[in-house]
């Protein structure tokens, strides 16, 4: 097989470790991956020691020795979050994508604020982002629902679906051309094992009903790379009913880029956008620029996202530490300072 069809490109051979061939990671599963290459699909062992470093993911490419996957090639882009539990390690959801498209549903109240949560991770990633609204044939009014989610979903295309009636799916398939990755990534219950049905023309994942208490199932239990008619590929992801933001800081600010550039023209630098004079968040808020949950919303996951990086960068908890003793110095000399 052509593996450019898999998305390999000729300057990756730099990266290839000698008397080794390339294959695709297809799916992870009991310390075994089930790889695409050149020859077709084959299940191969890590080598020892390879989880030391960066622990193959789905959509990885990797470095071939016989049966033996031998090295993790440089990732080009990840859809990474912490790993679930009482824990500040990182998870790759999927590697080397090229866009994420962040599903949710058109049933009940858009969630925006969950939306955005998975936009800022999705930014992180180093992949383009799209906002993928299934189950449209169940919406009485898809254009208003669209436009309520596209406001906040700044530079991001927010498409509409429906597996049932094929409604938009075209749409989302010329975002995955040939060779092109596209992970999808949300909630459980939200439709992503029927859209990838519908995407690649044949059940490639199971389907269940949403429960009785409206929460969504976990139809998939495994990620897994789906080679789609016309060349496209499709990371399939289980549901995730916890996303926690790993060193996400650059992924927030793009993803609240208009809060951001509020908050760059406030008259003090260190503006927390509460009650100083000069905040130009707060006056956005007050004459109806800016939505107050927004606002909310972006402390939220601002804080999160640094509070990660502090458990992990040993160089972020120093400069934190110095950040604060400079912010406590400027609080005593604030003249408008409470007396």
């Known amino acids: 097989m052509d593996l450019t069809a898999l998305g390999w490109t000729a ?55 016989g049966e033996l996957a031998v090295a993790v090639l440089p990732r080009r882009s990840a859809f990474t979050r912490t790993a679930a539990g009482r824990t500040s390690a990182a998870q790759v959801v999927a590697a080397d994508v090229d866009v994420v498209l962040v ?39 898809v254009a208003a629902v669209v436009a ?39 909630p459980s219950g939200v439709g992503k094992s029927s859209l990838a049905n519908a995407l690649a023309g044949r059940a490639v994942a199971g389907t269940q009903d949403i429960r009785e208490d409206g929460r969504g199932r976990h139809t998939t239990t495994a990620r897994e790379l789906h080679v789609l008619p016309g060349g496209g590929l499709l990371v399939d992801t289980p549901g995730m009913r916890e ?30 956008h509460r009650t100083e004079p000069g905040c130009a968040v ?5 004459d109806g620029r800016l939505d107050p949950a927004r606002l909310t919303a972006w402390r939220k996951l601002e804080g999160e996202a640094r509070r990660q990086l502090l458990r992990v960068d040993a160089r972020a908890r120093a400069d934190e530490r110095k950040r604060l003793r400079s912010l406590h110095r400027s609080m005593r000399e604030r003249p408008y300072r409470a007396r």
């Not at 695709?24 to 020691?49: I, M, S």
């Not at 906040?152 to 092109?180: H, K, N």
């Not at 060193?247 to 993803?255: I, N, P, T, W």
């Open 11 to 65: 300057d990756r051979v730099a990266d290839l470790p000698p008397g080794c061939e390339p294959g695709r990671v297809l799916r992870v599963d009991r310390g075994r991956l089930t790889v695409h290459a050149a020859d077709g699909e084959r299940r191969v062992h890590p080598a020892a020691g390879l989880h030391e470093g960066a622990a193959p993911a789905v959509g990885d490419w990797v470095a071939l020795r």
């Open 103 to 141: 599903v949710d549903a058109l049933v009940g109240e858009a969630r925006v604020r969950r939306i955005e949560r998975y936009l800022a991770v999705a930014w992180g990633s180093g992949a383009a982002p799209a906002v993928v609204l299934t189950k449209a044939d169940l919406c009485d009014d």
């Open 148 to 186: 309520q989610v596209a406001e906040d979903a700044l530079g991001v295309p927010v498409l509409p679906v429906s597996s049932l009636t094929g409604e938009g799916l075209d749409a989302v398939r010329s975002l995955v051309g040939p060779g092109r990755t596209a992970a999808m990534v949300g």
């Open 243 to 272: 996303l926690a933001l790993y060193d996400d800081e650059d992924g927030v600010a793009q993803a609240y880029a208009d809060v951001v550039g509020l908050a760059a023209e406030c008259r003090y630098r260190d503006c927390e």
């Open 282 to 286: 707060a006056a956005a808020v007050d």
